[in-house]
Nanobody, 126 residues
Framework: QVQLVESGGGLVQAGGSRRLSCAAS????????MAWFRQAPGKEREFVSA????????NYADSVKGRFTISRVNALATAYLQMNRLKPEDTAVYYC???????????????????WGQGTQVTVSS
């Protein structure tokens, strides 16, 4: 099991940028696929992006493709989500998730991830 702590959320104007971080501890970070999900009020938790152990393979939801970039630095045991050209509909609690080496960047359902952070709120004002 790996422990995950997100940070970097806050209030941002539409069109602005924000970078989220997910710090991991407890197990070898490099063994894990990492992902970001988000959940808006009254909606299901939805997949945003995922990255493989080396950082060479990524996957994005269509709604964020071209605006968001996922990355990781294994030496720091940290994953990132760079969010650009933010829109009010990006407002949500953003969660970091992990899956061990049996995972895939094409896992897009929350049940396919075993470890979760507590979430960080991102609010985009119009």
């Amino acid at each position: 099991q790996v422990q995950l702590v997100e940070s970097g959320g806050g209030l941002v104007q539409a069109g602005g940028s924000r970078r989220l971080s997910c710090a991991a501890s407890g197990h070898t970070f490099g063994n894990y696929y990492m992902a970001w999900f988000r959940q808006a009020p009254g909606k299901e938790r939805e997949f945003v992006s995922a990255i493989n152990w080396s950082g060479e393979v990524t996957n994005y939801a269509d709604s964020v493709k071209g605006r968001f970039t996922i990355s990781r630095v294994n030496a720091l045991a940290t994953a990132y989500l760079q969010m650009n050209r933010l829109k009010p509909e990006d407002t949500a609690v953003y969660y970091c998730a992990a899956q061990d080496s049996s995972g895939s960047v094409y896992y897009t359902h929350r049940n396919q991830y075993t470890d979760w952070g507590q979430g960080t709120q991102v609010t985009v004002s119009s």
